[in-house]
């Protein structure tokens, strides 16, 4: 079976799908995205899609679980350069990819992430501010 | 990829691994740029092959899928047909509802299809497996 | 109505024994009808072509035109269609072609009088009419093809897909939506987003004057597959009559943007992101 390369770049795991996946693929990159982001400890995931001529409802679900799972470990996930032909079959299917961040191209997935993390920062340093008296158990 | 493939007979897969259910989606894909259909149609109909092959291998036990070039005088098109001697689907219009799927998937694959092709029939009947044909035209 | 093995025998006969009296009838009836728009020569060629089809099918023991020993009469039949089609012959001028094959057979039968002679001609004829007609229809089908090509050509022209601002782009919807343009311009809609990399676009519709629920539909569901690719879109210049048409059609536009006009758009998308990078701002300073 073939595996999906995942690679690092800075705080951002890339995942870029090359190949028409079969579902063991799938279900593979899921797995093995959910263990590298702990390993790692990245809190951004970029899904590139930009090779795949279709989306069906099984790779559709996996985007959603990845996105579900990495939300968990802290992390956040931007699914990127869905073709036109792709996002129109999408509509017609009936699946609307709830849940999912979507960008035009890497670089605006980039964008998408950091100003998630900088939003985050921000809420994090109000947080602690107001909860370190009581944080220590 | 393209080439090898002979449009003036009905090209057969069997289905009975992922790996099959894939090369399905590339026959569909060769067969439907070969008909000219656009771009869109024919992702419209690779995904609903995908679907419904998938459905063959995880809920008919595996069978056939059959692509052929048509054309029906006034335009060419696809027409496939997915076999398989499995269980049949005994409440259809429940299996054809949005949503619903007794396999933990996202229940869009018999309505979604149905959606994305131009012509739909379906013949199953419980314990005499499931027989699908779906024809896209070119436009 | 298919041809004995007899008949067609006989017609082969018939083809080879009176080549040149057929052939040179064939050109006459055709050439008449024709009157000088296509050269002596051309015509000639085609003819003989025609004749050469129609004498090997039946030698192969073609019985009519559907059977498999006719392919490549069909082939030639159909070449020959496409190729008056596409030099603007009439679809009459083009089946006439072949139908004058008919006066030709009758004037090599002539000199034989005999009761046999009548049933072939019968017989002959109505092989005849399965080659006019299947002609008509490769006629029809070509024409059909080029007037799809043109009009598609046609709705590329009419529907500018442009790039407003560095991240915004807009197309200016003018004259009457049909579903099939509507399709056009969303799919290029959706292209010029990846083209561009552009997350923002402008559907102003000040220039249509009406819609009805497959367009509307087709500008929902643009709407909505820009979002999966991760674009916004906003929809202008929608008239009271529209608004009261969408509204009584039940469709909902739920949370889309829709602005009075492009202008407000465009100022809209600005602010927007324009916003996001000042809060951006403001947050690192914080
Ligand atoms: N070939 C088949 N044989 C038997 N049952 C089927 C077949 N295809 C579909 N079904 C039934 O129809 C349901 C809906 O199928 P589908 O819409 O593809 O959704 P999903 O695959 O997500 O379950 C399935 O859960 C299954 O119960
Ligand atoms: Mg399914």
């Known amino acids: ?137 | 990829m393209t080439s090898g493939v002979d449009l003036s007979r009905p090209q057969a897969q069997t289905v009975g691994s992922d790996e099959d259910v894939v090369r399905v989606r590339q026959l569909v894909r060769t067969v439907a740029v070969a008909v000219k259909l656009s771009l869109v149609d024919q992702t419209k109909v690779v995904t609903a092959a995908s679907e419904l092959a998938r459905n063959t291998l995880v809920y008919g036990g595996g069978g056939t899928v059959e692509v052929t070039a048509v054309d029906n005088g006034r335009r060419p098109g696809i027409t496939i047909v997915f076999a398989d001697s499995g269980p049949g689907i005994a409440d259809l219009e429940l299996a054809l509802t949005d949503g619903y799927t007794t396999g933990g998937g996202l229940g869009l694959g018999l309505s979604g299809a149905r959606r994305l092709v131009d012509d739909f029939d379906i013949q199953t009947a419980p314990g005499q497996g499931t027989r699908i044909t779906i024809t896209k035209w070119s436009r | ?286």
Not at chain 1, 33 to 49: F, K, P, Q, S, Y
Not at chain 1, 72 to 92: K, Q, S
Not at chain 3, 13 to 34: A, C, F, N, P
Not at chain 3, 122 to 127: L, Q
């Open chain 1, 1 to 137: 079976m073939e595996r999906v390369p995942i690679l690092k770049i800075g705080d951002i795991l890339l995942v870029s799908i090359q190949v028409d996946m079969s579902d063991q693929t799938a279900v593979a990159l899921q797995e093995d995205l959910a263990e590298r982001i702990v390993a790692t400890g990245c809190h951004g995931v970029i899904i590139d899609i930009t090779a795949l001529d279709i989306v069906d409802s099984f790779v559709g679900r996996m985007l959603s679980t990845i996105a579900s799972i990495s939300r968990v470990l802290d992390a956040e996930t931007v699914v990127v350069g869905m073709r036109p032909a792709v996002a129109i079959t999408l509509v017609e299917l009936g699946l609307s990819l709830n849940g999912i961040r979507t960008a035009l191209n890497v670089e605006r997935g980039m964008e998408l992430i950091a100003a998630e993390r900088d939003h985050d920062r921000h809420d994090e340093f109000d947080d602690g501010s107001d909860v370190e008296p009581t944080a220590s158990p």
């Open chain 3, 1 to 286: 109505m298919a041809l004995s093995t007899d008949e067609s025998g006989r017609l082969a006969d018939l083809l080879t024994s009176r080549v040149d009296r057929v052939i040179q009838r064939w050109t006459e009836v055709v050439g008449e009808q024709l009157r000088g728009r296509l050269s002596q020569a051309e015509l000639l060629r085609q003819v003989q072509e025609l004749h050469r089809a129609l004498v090997d099918a039946l030698g192969k023991g073609a019985v009519d035109l559907a059977a498999e020993e006719a392919t490549e009469l069909r082939a030639v039949l159909a070449e020959l269609s496409r190729g008056q089609a596409r030099q603007g012959f009439s679809a009459t001028e083009t089946a006439t072609g072949v139908f004058a094959l008919k006066d030709a057979l009758l004037s090599a039968m002539e000199d034989d009088q005999s009761t046999r002679t009548l049933r072939d001609y019968v017989a002959f004829a109505a092989m005849v009419d399965q080659m006019g007609l299947f002609t008509f229809e490769s006629y029809v089908h070509t024409r059909e093809g080029l007037i799809a090509d043109q009009a598609e050509q046609l709705l590329e022209l009419s529907t500018p897909v442009v790039k407003l601002w560095e991240g915004v782009v807009a197309v200016p919807l003018v004259g009457t939506l049909d579903s099939a343009r509507a399709q056009v311009v969303m799919e290029r809609l959706l292209q010029t987003l990846v083209d561009t990399g552009s997350p923002y676009a402008i559907i102003d519709i000040t220039g249509v004057p009406a819609v009805d629920t497959q367009v509307a539909q087709h500008i929902l569901k643009t709407v909505v597959a820009a979002r999966l690719m991760g674009a916004d879109c906003i929809i202008s210049g929608i008239r009271p009559q529209i608004a009261q048409t969408i509204v009584a059609l039940g469709i909902e536009f739920g949370d889309i943007a829709t602005k009075a006009s492009l202008a407000d758009a465009l100022r809209h998308v600005l602010r927007l992101t324009g916003v996001e990078s000042g809060r951006r701002q403001s947050r690192r300073e914080a």
